[in-house]
C-alpha cells in the first residue's frame, strides 16, 4: 500500500493523488481496507515520509556518534548529509502542501522539537561547548531555534516559497548561524537548497 502511495506521490504530485487514486493501482484491496490502517490521506503521507526518514534518522545518529569531529564539525556535516540525502528529491517532488494542512504542519513541528532537536542536534552542541567549538549558554534552546529556522521557516513546502525568497531566507540563516560562532553553512547547502526548492515549485 505505502509503495503505490509512494509511487502515486511522485507521478501525480500529493496534492493530485486521491485515495481512490491509491486504491484503484491496489488491485483487489478495498476503501475499506486502507480506512482499516489509516484514516486519511494525510495519514498515509506521514507513513510513507516515516519509513522515508527511518535510514536519514541512522545517518544523523551515525553523524551524532562519530569521533574525530569537534561539535561544530558534526554540526557542519550533518546539515551536508540531511539536504543531500536522495529522499529530498523524491519529498520535494511529492510536494505536499504543509501550509493548508494542519495535520501536517504540527507533525513536522512537533517531530523537530521533541524528536531531532533533542536526540541529535543538542548531544552536538553539548559536545561543541564541551570542545570549545560551540558558545552558548542555551544549547537546549538553540537546538530548537536551529532546526525550526531549517526545517520549518526554511520549508518552501510550507511557505510556498520562490527560489529567490529561499535565497534571502539562507543568507539570513546563515547570519543567525555565524552570530552564534557557527559558520556551519556554505555555497553548496545554498545551491542545494534552492535547487529543492525548484524541484517543488515545478511538481506542486
Do not use: C
Not at 147 to 160: E, S
Amino acid at each position: 500500500m505505502l509503495d503505490v502511495a509512494f509511487r502515486l506521490f511522485m507521478e501525480k504530485g500529493y496534492e493530485h493523488t486521491s485515495i481512490q487514486d491509491i486504491i484503484d493501482h491496489l488491485g483487489s484491496l478495498s476503501k475499506g481496507a486502507i480506512y482499516h490502517h489509516f484514516k486519511s490521506k494525510e495519514d498515509i503521507l506521514v507513513a510513507v515520509t516515516d519509513r522515508m526518514m527511518a535510514d536519514s534518522n541512522r545517518m544523523l545518529a551515525q553523524i551524532r556518534d562519530s569521533e574525530g569531529l569537534t561539535g561544530k564539525e558534526k554540526l557542519k556535516v550533518l546539515f551536508k548529509a540531511s539536504i543531500n540525502r536522495p529522499e529530498q528529491n523524491d519529498l520535494f517532488t511529492a510536494a505536499p502542501d504543509f501550509h493548508h494542512n494542519e495535520k501536517l504542519l504540527f507533525s513536522i513541528m512537533h517531530d523537530t522539537v521533541k524528536e531531532t532537536a533533542p536526540d541529535y542536534i543538542l548531544p552536538i552542541l553539548k559536545q561543541g561547548i564541551s570542545d570549545g567549538s560551540i558558545k552558548t549558554d542555551y544549547p537546549e534552546q538553540l537546538a530548537e531555534l536551529i532546526l525550526l529556522a531549517a526545517n520549518v521557516w526554511m520549508n518552501p513546502m510550507i511557505f510556498d516559497s520562490s527560489v529567490e525568497e529561499t535565497y534571502r531566507k539562507f543568507m539570513v540563516l546563515d547570519q543567525m548561524m555565524k552570530s552564534f560562532g557557527l559558520d556551519v553553512l556554505d555555497e553548496q547547502l545554498l545551491e542545494r537548497i534552492t535547487e529543492l526548492t525548484s524541484i517543488y515549485q515545478k511538481s506542486k
